[in-house]
């Protein structure tokens, strides 16, 4: 297989209207859920560009490039709210810049050696794995919060972690913790490994922040957008060095990614923590369910499993509609919070004005 710039720009896919279209819908429902939950919405990018036919480290690496603009937008936009806790960011920014040229420096060595259904079986195995473990996770500790009355705690492996003062002890305002420089660095280099795996470097960020950092969940959501813009920025310089990077995509999603993400950011303001972890968990165990759904197509590929055309094409239909169902049940968890949580602002405001008068 090939790996130099002008080989792999031969398997950048023709872009058709309907696919342009298509792209843009993507763009707007990721960036949606990326300024609601701070994931950068990477998890359901990656595998609708993949759906499309483009091979996994193109669409991880045109990921990336559309990724870090629209995580600055988001991360501004959060930053007004007094959400983003920029000093926890940069400096978890600063080992995910490790981790994303780490796991660039894999993929680059998977594409080169077994091609495109390489690339798309690796890229799946991640999202398989990491979403299963951490959605199942998150959405159990969704559910014990919300019948705690939405009311958020710090974990005991939080308390723990603070507790241990190994120099240099860092303290951070205005996340409300003081936490030693060394838990940071595996947090952060573990959040640039993945995103340089599949794109979405949040769901190992925003749980970690929470759990091991003890970050409250609104908090951790708005500063993993800050992480994504810095580790965004030099993962793409390195993407783009190779050809992986293509920017007829980035421009196509990053349109409707930037509107997107604004509405979302809007959004945290209207909801309860809980909310945020129910749909990180909901949309993280559909997503696993499609990309396993596809994982036969890329071993049959590879020429490890034997499947006849008919089943490869049912397999690859029933992914990308399982795919579009978590988008649209993201959204619709998103933009439903948001109504009902404004119609409830506005039935108190109209209240104490009753009051008032």
């Not at 190994?166 to 060394?182: D, E, H, N, Y």
């Not at 979302?264 to 396993?292: C, D, F, N, P, Q």
Request: net charge positive; glycine share 12%.
């Amino acid at each position: 297989m090939g790996g130099t710039a002008s080989e792999i720009a031969q398997q950048f896919i023709n872009l058709d209207p309907l696919n342009a279209l298509f792209l843009v819908i993507l763009g707007f429902l990721g960036g949606l859920i990326s300024g609601f939950i701070g994931s950068g919405g990477a998890f359901v990018l990656t595998p609708g560009m993949m759906s499309l036919g483009v091979p996994g480290a193109i669409a991880v690496a045109t990921n990336m490039c559309h990724k870090f603009p629209k995580a600055l937008v988001g991360a501004w936009k959060r930053y007004k709210y007094g959400q983003v806790d920029i000093k926890l960011g940069l400096i978890l920014a600063i080992s995910a810049t490790a981790g994303v040229q780490v796991g660039i420096r894999i993929q680059k060595t998977i594409f080169a050696k077994w091609g495109s259904a390489g690339s798309d079986l690796y890229v799946s195995l991640a999202f398989i794995t990491v979403l299963t473990i951490l959605g199942t996770y998150v959405l159990a500790d969704a559910i014990k919060t919300m019948k705690g009355k939405g009311e958020e705690s710090t974990t005991n492996l939080a308390r723990k972690v603070q507790k241990i003062k190994i120099w240099p002890v860092v303290r951070f305002p205005v996340a409300g913790s003081k936490i030693s420089l060394w838990f940071t660095l595996p947090v952060g280099f573990a959040t640039g490994m993945l995103a340089a795996t599949i794109a979405v470097g949040g769901f190992i960020g925003v749980p970690g922040m929470i759990y091991i950092l003890g970050v409250p969940a609104l908090m951790a959501s708005a500063t993993e957008l800050i992480i994504a813009f810095v580790m965004g920025l030099s993962g793409t310089i390195t993407w783009a060095l190779g050809g992986f990077v293509d920017i007829r995509m980035v421009l196509l999603i990053l349109g409707g990614s930037l509107i997107g993400v604004q509405f979302g950011a809007i959004g945290t303001t209207y909801v309860k923590e809980y909310t945020i972890k129910l749909v990180m968990a909901t949309i993280m165990l559909i997503v696993s369910l499609s990309r396993a759904i596809a994982m036969p197509i890329y071993l049959h590929k590879l020429g490890k499993l034997t499947i006849s055309p008919a089943t490869e094409h049912l397999l690859k239909n029933t992914s990308f509609i399982i795919m579009c169902l978590a988008l649209a049940i993201g959204g619709i968890i998103i933009l439903g919070s948001m109504w009902k949580g404004k119609k409830e602002l506005q039935i108190e405001s109209e209240a104490i004005t009753a009051t008032t008068n």
